[in-house]
Nanobody, 124 residues
């Protein structure tokens, strides 16, 4: 299984950006999916997760209301829509696959596969 994240870039504070993750070498519906981020000098932190069917999601408190997560199992893609972005959202964003399809874990160790990350920079 390989994950490819894309869609990062530079955006002004208050703006929106969508990052996407494409899964290859497997079937997306076999996995719950998560997004994490890591800012320079900080540990990787949980952002959002979605179960295999997309019916249940979870978010970090810092992004609730502002971010949404969705998936299209027919296209093997997962999206993270980010609105009302703040400078503190600046980080490399990683998608990850959890072998437990109903999982919404915030623990990175529960995820078996990781993408390479995409940079999101929010200017003030």
């Amino acid at each position: 299984v390989q994950l490819q994240a894309s869609g990062g870039g530079l955006v002004q504070a208050g703006g929106s950006l969508k990052v996407s993750c494409a899964l290859s070498g497997g079937t997306l519906s076999s996995y719950a999916m998560g997004w994490f981020r890591q800012a320079p000098g900080k540990e990787r932190e949980f952002v959002a997760a979605i179960t295999w069917s997309g019916t249940m999601t979870s978010f970090a408190d810092s992004v609730k209301i502002r971010f949404s997560i969705s998936r299209d199992n027919s296209k093997n893609t997962v999206d993270l829509q980010m609105n009302s972005l703040k400078p503190e959202d600046t980080a490399v964003y990683y998608c990850a696959a959890n072998r437990h399809p109903y999982g919404r874990s915030s623990n990175p160790t529960d995820y078996s596969y990781w993408g390479q990350g995409t940079q999101v920079t929010v200017s003030s």
